[in-house]
Structure formats: C-alpha cells, structure tokens
Nanobody, 115 residues
Framework: QVLLVESGGGLVQTGGSLRLSCAVS????????IEWYRQAPGLQRELVAS???????YYADSVKGRFTISRDDAENTAYLQMNSLRFEDAGVYYC?????????WGRGTQVTVSS
C-alpha cells in the first residue's frame, strides 16, 4: 500500500514562509505526478501545484511566483516551498500521487496564517 505523509505545516505570520514535505513510501519516480492540494474550511479542495515524473511543473495562478514545488528522488520526498504567505493560503494541505490512473492521498498538514 502506498503511503504519503505530509509534514511541515504550522502557524506562520503573513509574509512568512513554510516548507511542506510529502514523504512517499515507494520510489517517487514511478509516479506520473506528485501534486499539492489545499482545502480551506467550507471550500472545495483545490490544486495548488504539481510536478511530473519529467519535472514539469504547474502552479495555480494564486500561488505563482510565491510557491515552488520540487522533488528529491533519492529521498522519495516532494516539497512545497511557500513564501510570502497570505491569509488566503491557510488550510489543510494534501499531497497526492498519481500512477497508472490510480491516485493516493496523504492525510494532510494544517497551515495557519495569522497577522
């Protein structure tokens, strides 16, 4: 069974930074893509960023220029570096891995942004 474990969330002030990690229990390069989603209370889960096995990246417009997704194949870990955090970036951040049309989710890590 594939396990994804997110970490790195916490409380940060507006303008601050956090780096989220997603540790994958299997060889990360075997997945077609690793994605970060977030969900704020009362809102739908939304795609924030993704990185493919070929290291192509995608970012939601709301985070372009502030967030960076990356992966370390040796560590089987994906990262989301979040800078210049805003109130609207708060929520639970989930990691998703996709392989052969099957997706796997972590349990999420909470990000809280305060003034």
């Amino acid at each position: 069974q594939v396990l994804l474990v997110e970490s790195g969330g916490g409380l940060v002030q507006t303008g601050g930074s956090l780096r989220l990690s997603c540790a994958v229990s299997e060889t990360i390069s075997t997945f077609d893509a690793i994605e970060w989603y977030r969900q704020a209370p009362g809102l739908q889960r939304e795609l924030v960023a993704s990185i493919t096995s070929g290291s192509m990246t995608y970012y939601a417009d709301s985070v372009k220029g502030r967030f960076t997704i990356s992966r370390d194949d040796a560590e089987n870990t994906a990262y989301l570096q979040m800078n210049s955090l805003r109130f609207e970036d708060a929520g639970v951040y989930y990691c998703r891995a996709d392989r052969f049309y099957v997706d796997y989710w972590g349990r999420g890590t909470q990000v809280t942004v305060s003034s």
